[in-house]
């Protein structure tokens, strides 16, 4: 199902990453850091079991989760979600929930498009955002 996410993947690029991460909350010079950073995102899926990984050289940060269950993470940036992982017509959605009143909910999804690239959308109230990633 999702192998073609299996591997090792680099940032190429971002759009609009930062006015992302200020809708999400994030605080300025998180966001600046996070600019300046080229994560190299890793999957690995056995069944409905994944495992995510972003390594980058400030943080690294590992999310073991299972499609279709509700599990409670802590982003890179600090924040407690409730999050949930679907599959569906090869993208791996990701919902994440916000644990607290003054946050917001957030929406992913991550796709290899026809050139082998892995997209990532994303949206929180409107505000869209995309990383592209080629393999490693």
Do not use: H
Request: hydrophobic share 35%; charged share 35%.
């Amino acid at each position: 199902m999702g192998e073609k996410f299996v591997g090792k993947w680099n940032l190429e690029s971002s759009e609009n990453f930062d006015d992302f991460l200020k809708e999400i909350g994030v605080s300025y010079l998180t966001r600046k850091a996070g600019a300046c950073i080229k994560p190299v995102l890793e999957f690995e899926v056995n069944g409905n079991k994944w495992k995510m990984t972003s390594t980058s050289t400030f943080i690294t940060i590992s999310w073991e989760f299972e499609l279709g269950q509700e599990k409670e993470v802590k982003t890179a940036d600090g924040r407690v979600v409730k999050t949930t992982f679907t599959f569906v017509d090869g993208k791996l959605i990701e919902n994440q929930k916000k644990t607290k009143a003054e946050e917001k909910d957030s929406y992913y999804e991550r796709y290899v498009d026809a050139d082998g690239k892995l997209m990532i959308t994303m949206d929180c109230d409107g505000v869209k955002a995309k990383r592209v990633y080629i393999k490693a």
